[in-house]
């Protein structure tokens, strides 16, 4: 009897498998380790999870679900310690798998009471139809899972979301945990078991159309953002071909009216007017100093430059610039853009606070080889800076703080570095991106369609 009460907890217990692939799906690309090590580790885990787990339940007399809650804590740490990743996202990736876990468990209880005992542990054959309830449930999340919730991860807008998401989890774990039934016979009376089956039955779908609901809201404001950021960029460059167009009728000009200006020039010479001599040649010179000039190959680039450098003009910022860019950047112009112009703001802003005659930004970019793109800005700054655990600043203003993160998400979608140091009142930022080859950008672009689909 007690080899059998073993096996019956132990199968209890093995639900925890199907509950790790679903913790770890969504997360799969932010592990640690390498995988064969991560797979190692959390196999000795698990087998010690159900080992273990079913010892103590059958020498302590106690149920599964008494044991369960310090084992859940010691499996959110093995999560926690081979995930890299924002701990709001991890808890809500552990509580999501642990809420779809607790369903399965409940509804499988409903589905077997007729055959189950009144007390005691699921019944072996129960045992394996609750795993078998739980990995069909994996079977239908798994795109959800591997696809549609890594993109939401990845969303750098709803950072500041996952704690309500998880708070709304651990309502539904809790929920779950009230309506198991604490006594099997009373599903027996009347229609409370085939309610509660149809009842149960649907909540999958429920949550499947609210997660794909979400996913599609998310997608749909991410091209609105792009949209919004290829206007914003196009009107730069709108505004940098009239500057050029202006340049261009103004030498027109200059060049017809040349000799006049000469003519001009020599009867002023000739008079001994040379006050007015003065004064007409700094006119002269003062339409020439408007001159045209492009701050790099690329024309989006020169557009956002040409931007950012006006604006600091007004309010009294020297801007040193060194943009050795090809005319065709090797990552789309749109993302190289956004990410130029967030530090660009980010720098406008904190140096807009220092004295005046401290007032310069620093921006230097160029691509150091065929597969590595560089990019500084530095600024002064005052004041403290605070940074989060992922060592970007904070902003302490309502409706800031949002160029960063977007800034690092595509530092890491092109598998590159970010570092940031403020050191004797400056305020820098150093990225190395390592744009993929041709070839491999498509590829990609074929993975990034699939993930749309």
């Not at 500057?243 to 027109?252: H, I, N, Q, V």
């Not at 989060?388 to 800031?400: K, M, T, Y």
Request: charge should be neutral; glycine fraction near 4%; proline fraction near 5%.
């Amino acid at each position: 009897m007690t080899n059998e009460l073993f096996i019956r907890h132990a199968l209890e217990l093995t639900i925890c498998i199907p509950a790790a692939i679903m913790a770890y799906l969504p997360v799969r690309n932010h592990v640690r380790f390498k995988w064969p090590v991560v797979l190692l580790l959390i196999g000795g885990f698990m087998t010690a999870f159900i080992l273990i787990g079913a010892d103590a339940c059958v020498r302590f007399n106690v149920s599964t679900g008494f044991i369960l809650l310090p084992l859940l804590l010691l499996c959110f740490e093995v999560f926690t310690l081979t995930v890299q990743l924002n701990m709001t996202k991890k808890i809500f990736c552990f509580l999501n798998a642990c809420m779809l876990c607790f369903f399965t468990t409940v509804y499988s209880v409903f589905l077997t009471a007729p055959v189950e005992p009144d007390e005691g542990p699921f019944t072996i054959r129960s045992s394996l139809i609750c795993v078998g309830i739980t990995f069909l449930i994996l079977l239908f999340f798994y795109r959800t899972l591997a696809v549609k919730l890594p993109y939401l991860l990845n969303e750098e807008r709803l950072n500041r979301t996952w704690w309500a998401f998880s708070l709304v989890l651990v309502l539904l774990c809790a929920i779950f945990i009230y309506i198991n039934p604490q006594d099997i016979a009373t599903l027996r009376v009347g229609r409370v078991r085939s309610v509660g089956l149809v009842g149960l039955a649907l909540y999958p779908l429920a949550l499947y159309l609210i997660y794909h609901l979400f996913w599609w809201t998310s997608m749909r404001l991410n091209e609105n953002a792009e949209i919004k950021q290829e206007n914003t960029v196009l009107s730069m460059e709108q505004k940098r071909y009239e500057e050029l167009r202006s340049y261009m009728d103004e030498t027109r000009t200059l060049r017809h009216d040349f000799r006049q200006h000469i003519r001009v020039i020599t009867e002023l010479t000739a008079n001994g007017e040379f006050d007015e001599l003065k004064d007409y040649v700094k006119q002269f010179t003062d339409i020439l100093k408007k001159g045209y000039t492009p701050f790099c190959a690329n024309m989006a680039v020169d557009a956002v430059a040409s931007h950012y450098a006006s604006l600091a003009e007004a309010k009294n910022i020297k801007m040193q610039w060194d943009l050795r860019l090809p005319k065709v950047l090797p990552i789309p112009e749109i993302e190289f853009c956004a990410m130029l112009g967030n530090l660009l703001e980010n720098a406008l802003k904190a140096t807009e606070n220092v004295p005046e005659e401290k007032r310069r930004i620093d921006v230097v970019s160029s691509m150091l080889s065929d597969t590595m793109l560089g990019l500084t800005v530095d600024n002064p700054y005052i004041g403290k800076i605070r940074f989060d655990r992922e060592h970007l600043p904070v902003s302490r203003e309502p409706g800031h703080g949002f160029g960063m993160p977007s800034v690092a998400a595509t530092v890491k979608r092109y598998n590159g570095t970010m570092d940031i140091t403020t050191k004797d009142g400056i305020f820098s930022v150093s990225i190395m991106l390592y744009p993929p080859k041709p070839a491999e950008t498509s590829e990609e672009a074929g993975s990034e369609e699939e993930q749309k689909g």
